[in-house]
């Protein structure tokens, strides 16, 4: 009987491994190129596509919330630019800046609220809120858009449109509509007017 010699037999497989191993390696170093010198926005708020707000400054903390109170924005920081940010006389700053924005704060829900034409459901409880995509605001502190906010829990994405601060900066007034809800679309009546 013929014994087997061990050396010609893993011979092939060591090959195999050692390719595997140079072709991964490759794979690593083409997935991960350099960052070409290129500065990178301070993200101090957890915004995903925030490049317009490179040092960002706290303009003002507010809160707003719907007309039956079951759904409620607390402590929202307002960040903005601040290479953009007119300091005034009355330390009102948010009434003279004119630029990207970016929220993050806490949603309260009291009690469930649901989207009757989609069955989007948002359920009770605390959710941190954060911005996505940068938004804006004009001077006087109006106009503020935020086209995309989402939570860390329940998959909740909602967007602002015509806002505006009040009660020297401390109140949001706008329309906010719930577009997400754990990936499902909801309906556009899925909005409220915050204050």
Not at 33 to 52: W, Y
Not at 59 to 65: M, T
Not at 186 to 195: D, H, L
């Given at each position: 009987m013929e014994t087997l010699n061990k050396k010609t037999l893993s011979f092939p497989l060591k090959n195999i491994a050692r390719a595997i191993g140079a072709l991964t390696m490759m794979l690593m170093l083409?997935?991960?190129?350099?960052?070409?010198?290129?500065?990178?926005?301070?993200?101090?708020?957890?915004?995903?596509?925030?490049?317009?707000i490179i040092s960002p400054v706290i303009?003002?903390?507010?809160?707003?919330?719907s007309p039956d109170q079951t759904i409620q924005f607390v402590n929202m920081n307002l960040y903005a630019e601040g290479s953009l940010v007119v300091p005034n006389a009355s330390g009102?700053?948010?009434?003279?800046?004119?630029?990207p924005i970016a929220l993050?704060?806490?949603?309260v829900v009291t009690r469930e609220s649901v989207d009757p034409m989609s069955g989007c459901v948002i359920f009770p409880g605390t959710y941190d809120l954060t911005t996505y995509s940068a938004g804006s605001m004009e001077f006087a502190s109006s106009g503020i858009r935020m086209p995309l906010m989402i939570t860390n829990t329940g998959g909740i994405e909602i967007r602002i449109d015509n806002g505006y601060l009040h009660q020297n900066g401390s109140r949001?007034?706008?329309?906010?509509?719930?577009?997400?809800?754990?990936g499902y679309a909801?309906?556009?009546?899925?909005?409220?007017?915050?204050?």
């Open positions: 083409a997935a991960c190129p350099g960052n070409g010198n290129k500065v990178a926005a301070v993200n101090v708020f957890g915004c995903q596509d925030c490049a317009s303009l003002s903390v507010v809160s707003s919330a009102n700053n948010y009434n003279n800046y004119r630029g993050q704060g806490q949603m949001l007034y706008g329309q906010v509509s719930v577009t997400r809800v754990n909801c309906s556009p009546g899925f909005t409220n007017t915050f204050n």
